[in-house]
């Protein structure tokens, strides 16, 4: 199962010889592991912690506010701990400056507010799972939000052949 932890205990020793001498390699394949290493009755051991990429089958969705045109919020469903095994999801836009958001994987409202966005600009949202720090690959997803409106009142103008009304927007 995707973004579990393995726990693999390993004994090198021959003949009552230290293990030291011997190498162990333990490949993995985009995953990540803890190596601890301790020596008891003089043989070494390894403690290694392996854990796997964990998978993202949520569903986004995208959901402006047309009261407040600089936020937006993602509602995602959950991805089932019969699927993968994770600790949170983590939700970043494409803009640096605003910083990323967690929760937890057994959180129930399922949404994160983004604010303080531009009006009009184009994001691209990235979803991930996370298992102990190793990302799930990404959802993406991009929005623009929309702008603020343009009021215009032209009945009081003294000039009654107006014949074009140029709107610049910034």
């Known amino acids: 199962m995707s973004g579990v932890a393995y726990t693999l205990r390993v004994e090198t020793f021959s003949n009552?010889?230290?293990?030291?001498?011997?190498?162990?390699?333990?490949?993995?394949?985009?995953?990540?592991?803890?190596?601890?290493?301790?020596?008891?009755?003089?043989?070494?051991?390894?403690?290694?912690?392996?854990?796997?990429?964990?998978l993202i089958t949520s569903e986004v969705y995208i959901v402006n506010n047309i009261n407040v045109k600089s936020e937006v919020?993602?509602?995602?469903?959950?991805?089932?701990?019969?699927?993968?095994?994770?600790?949170?999801?983590?939700?970043?836009?494409?803009?640096?400056s605003i910083p990323a958001k967690e929760?937890?994987?057994?959180?129930?409202?399922r949404k994160v507010i983004f604010d303080g966005l531009v009006p009009g600009r184009l994001y691209n949202f990235t979803i991930w799972t996370v298992s102990h720090d190793i990302t799930s690959r990404p959802l993406l997803?991009?929005?623009?939000?929309?702008k603020n409106s343009i009021r215009l009142n032209?009945?009081?103008?003294?000039?009654?052949?107006?014949?074009?009304?140029?709107?610049?927007?910034?």
């Open 16 to 54: 009552d010889e230290r293990g030291d001498e011997y190498n162990t390699t333990i490949r993995t394949c985009k995953s990540s592991f803890v190596k601890q290493n301790y020596y008891f009755y003089g043989r070494l051991f390894y403690t290694i912690l392996l854990i796997s990429v964990p």
């Open 73 to 96: 919020t993602l509602r995602y469903t959950a991805t089932p701990s019969s699927t993968s095994l994770f600790d949170r999801y983590r939700f970043q836009l494409s803009d640096p």
């Open 141 to 146: 997803r991009q929005d623009r939000l929309c």
């Open 154 to 170: 032209a009945s009081h103008h003294e000039c009654h052949s107006i014949t074009s009304v140029s709107l610049i927007y910034t």
């Open 103 to 109: 929760q937890f994987a057994n959180e129930t409202d």
